[in-house]
């Protein structure tokens, strides 16, 4: 009986793990039935099987078609039999994936965030007046407020205003409106206040439940 015990470093290396070892020897039984009509009828019913693991899913289309697919991925593409989806091409699924392209458009300030660039691009498209310089304000306050939280230091208002045009193309210089930005003490007062809340309601949800 010792003699007859097999160990996963013996067996043959899961194409789909997660299906388990026994659908993978289903599925290798299919492959070498020589009879066509048997090896359909064996399809199917691995099909079925499959299907049982996640039953909510079972009689959906596109779900079916994922079926087959993985049927003749663990198949190592070798099983012949009549399926009602094309059969999948085992070069395009070897097929490197195009590289994705960094999302950062401006890697030399990462520190202000990708969504500094859109708020910009709003305030940008806005006609001048008090609302749009309001926007300009409220954007160079919270890149004055990304910059305390990564350099936990301080900086002065100028540094922020270069940047701003930088990141602008030129079009916004809050340096000739002389007017300062938010003191840094009161920028990094409301993140605190802000952390404490939710540590306040992380308590209050601790304690309020049940003990057994």
């Given at each position: 009986m010792i003699e007859q015990l097999e160990y996963n470093t013996e067996r043959h290396r899961l194409i789909i793990p997660e299906y388990g070892r026994?659908?993978?020897?289903?599925?290798?039984?299919?492959?070498?039935?020589?009879?066509?009509?048997?090896?359909?009828?064996?399809?199917k019913a691995i099909i079925g099987v499959m299907g049982n693991l996640q039953p909510h899913l079972r009689d959906v289309p596109?779900?079916?078609?994922?079926?087959?697919?993985?049927?003749?991925?663990?198949?190592?593409?070798?099983?012949?039999?009549?399926?009602?989806?094309?059969k999948p091409s085992k070069e395009l699924l070897q097929e490197r994936p195009e590289p994705l392209g960094y999302p950062q458009n401006f890697p030399k300030y990462r520190f202000?965030?990708?969504?500094?660039?859109?708020?910009?691009?709003?305030?940008?498209?806005?006609?001048?007046?008090?609302?749009?310089?309001?926007?300009?304000?409220?954007?160079?306050?919270?890149?004055?407020?990304?910059?305390?939280?990564?350099?936990?230091?301080?900086?002065?208002?100028?540094v922020i205003f270069k940047h701003l045009l930088e990141l602008s193309n030129g079009k916004i210089d809050l340096a000739a409106k002389e007017e300062d930005l938010s003191d840094a003490s009161n920028l990094m007062k409301q993140k605190k206040k802000f952390s404490n809340k939710n540590q306040q309601r992380n308590n209050k949800n601790r304690n309020s439940?049940?003990?057994?």
């Open positions: 026994h659908i993978q020897k289903m599925v290798d039984i299919a492959v070498a039935t020589e009879d066509a009509a048997e090896r359909n009828k064996q399809a596109d779900f079916q078609h994922k079926l087959w697919d993985q049927l003749f991925i663990m198949s190592d593409f070798k099983l012949d039999v009549e399926s009602p989806f094309p202000y965030g990708n969504n500094i660039k859109r708020m910009i691009d709003v305030a940008n498209s806005w006609d001048e007046g008090e609302m749009k310089e309001a926007l300009e304000f409220a954007i160079a306050n919270h890149m004055k407020k990304c910059y305390l939280n990564w350099n936990k230091d301080t900086v002065e208002d100028a439940r049940k003990r057994y």
